[in-house]
């Protein structure tokens, strides 16, 4: 090490934590994250999921209590699931237009205890198809676009009505984003925000969900005909072109830890608020790593966690929400 010019040495501002944190580009702050909340019927209900460790579908009543506390440590944005009993479900998926269905009482229920949270809904055939596809199927056994925009733009405004902040289309049909805000719009819900899945690749990274709201109940279910090849990344910045243009108010990539590359092409193509959805597989292959000894679950957690904000995401969607937010507040 010895020369007539100075030495560069980057681990000088790797010193202490001090420096380390006046110079760290990216925090995690609880207001960021945004925490999935499956529901069940039923009262006093706390169910543990298959293949998601740590996580349960909760009966109303029970949801309610689980919010107040994720409120406690700073999380206010929930992303609701329906868990709906079999016997509602159906080929074309109709009990998603019951406006007295399981997720539109969860909304209206929530919304009444809790007065400041903010409720995102999904909208999406599969919690109440009994094949579990994402929309209505034609002959061929294909997902019918069209028509499923329909009655997805239907779903979208019972959810408004029974009070929901933002609606989450997740079904990746052409064109719904449009279709659903000139229903909003011209039923007076203007306001309600659109958070689209914009760039969802056909994963097979969503298993545990499948088991949470029981669209795998006939085994594992192709949806590569709707969602994106992942050998494709180009396509990301056409659909969330297309989103943008039908007026969406945020964009969701999905999955988002082995799809930093996406997320941060796009934040560089796009101006509008960018969501990271990390989805169940990833949150379960760390909760299982870390049950063998593998790795320290929070740390593995926290630093995914910054990998996809340093991407480019502005929010980010994960199961692991709560113990985030625990962890900042033990800090
Ligand atoms: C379906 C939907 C899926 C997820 C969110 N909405 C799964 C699927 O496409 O089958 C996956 C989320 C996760 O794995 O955490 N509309």
């Known amino acids: ?91 074309d998926g109709k009990e998603a237009l019951n406006s007295e269905n399981l997720i539109c009482e969860a909304i209206k229920v929530i919304k009444s ?47 408004a009505k029974a009070g929901s902040d933002i609606v989450a289309p997740s079904d990746m049909m052409d064109g719904r984003v449009a279709q659903i805000r000139n229903e909003l719009d011209k039923n007076g819900f203007e306001n309600v925000l659109i958070m689209s899945y914009s760039v969802k690749y056909a994963s097979h990274l969503y298993g545990p969900f499948r088991n949470a709201v029981g ?57 509008l608020p960018i969501i990271g959805y990390q989805v169940s597989g990833e949150y379960a292959m760390m909760k299982y790593a870390a049950s063998a000894g593998a790795i320290d679950f929070d740390r593995v957690l926290f630093e995914s966690l910054i990998a996809i904000k340093r991407a480019g995401a502005d929010a980010i969607i994960t199961y692991g929400a709560l113990e985030i937010a625990e962890m900042l507040t033990k800090k």
């Open 1 to 91: 090490m010895t020369s007539n010019n100075p030495i560069y040495r980057p681990r000088r501002s790797r010193k202490n934590i001090q420096i380390k944190n006046m110079l760290s580009e990216v925090v995690i702050d609880a207001s960021n994250l945004i925490l999935p909340v499956f529901i069940c019927s039923g009262y006093n209900i706390r169910r543990e999921i298959k293949n998601l460790p740590g996580q349960f579908q909760f009966s109303i009543d029970v949801a309610v209590e689980k919010i107040k506390y994720a409120q406690s440590v700073g999380i206010n944005f929930f992303m609701l699931f329906p868990s709906i009993d079999s016997n509602l479900k159906s080929c």
């Open 113 to 159: 205890k809790i007065s400041d949270v903010i409720l995102i809904s999904d909208v999406a055939l599969d919690p109440y198809t009994d094949h579990g596809h994402d929309g209505v199927l034609g002959n061929d056994g294909d997902v019918l676009n069209d028509q499923t925009v329909e009655v997805l733009s239907k779903q979208a405004l019972n959810q």
């Open 215 to 271: 669209s795998n109940s006939h085994g594992p279910i192709d949806k590569s005909t709707y969602q994106m090849d992942f050998k494709r990344s180009r396509e990301a910045l056409i659909e969330i072109d297309l989103d943008v243009k039908e007026s969406a108010d945020m964009v969701i990539i999905k999955p988002a830890g082995f799809y930093l590359d996406i997320i941060k092409e796009a934040r560089q193509n796009f101006k």
